[in-house]
C-alpha cells in the first residue's frame, strides 16, 4: 500500500486510491489512482465486480472534511485541504451554506447566485414542487429575481373581475408558468404562497411589452386581493 499511496501523492490530481486487498495471480497489488473520492462522488462508489479472486478496497488519502457528510438535500461536498473547510454545491432548488434552505422565490435564487440569466427553477410551495420560469436581471422592472404569479389574456373571460379565481386558491393551467411572456393564461400557487414587495405588471399589444413597478409589500397577491378590498396602489 507504501508504493500506491506514494505515486498519489506525487499526483496533484489524485484525492484517493483504490487497492486490491489480496494479491493478484501475477503476485501483485492491484492500484488506482483516483481524481476525486466518495465524498464528492458517492454515486460513484460501488465495487468492482470485474475481477475475481481478491476484494477491493479504498482509501481516502487525506481526512476529508466532507467525511462527515455535511451538505444537506443531496449537495455535493467540496472539500479545501489546504484551509480545511467546505464548500457545498447544492442542487437547483435548494441554497444556504450547507444547501439547507428550500427555495421559495426566484429572488433567492437571484441572490444567491447573482445572475441575470432567466431559467426553469422548482420552487417549494407549501407540501408541493411548482416549476417556473424565473425571470433574471432587468427587462423592465429593475434588477433582480422576478417569480411569475399569473398571465391573463383580456380576449378571454378565465380571470375577469368577478372571476373566483381571484378568491380563491385553486391553481390554473402551471404550465404556462414555464413558457415566460406569452398568451397562455396561468395562475400558481405563488399566488397565495409568495411574499414580495414590489410587483411587476407587464402587459402586451401586439408585439409591443411595456411594464410598470408597482412598491407594494404583502405576504403574497392573494392577500392583497382575495377579500374584494379597496387599496391604494400609488
Known sequence: M??????????????????????????????????????RNAGNYHKNTTFTGWSQQSFPLFQSPCSSSPCQNGGTCIPNFSSNTIDCLCKESFFGEFCEKAVKSCKEIYEANKSNVSKLVSLHLGSQLTTVLCHMGDFGCGDGGWTPVMKINGNKSTFHYDSGYWSNKTEYNTAGGETGFDSQETKLPTYWNTSFSKICLGMKIGEQIRFIVINMKASSLYSLIADGKYRNTS
Open 2 to 39: 507504501f508504493h500506491c499511496a506514494l505515486a498519489c501523492l506525487r499526483n496533484n490530481l489524485c484525492l484517493s486510491l483504490n487497492m486490491a486487498t489480496s494479491h493478484g495471480t501475477d503476485g501483485k497489488l492491484w492500484c488506482e489512482l483516483l481524481s476525486s473520492d466518495k465524498n
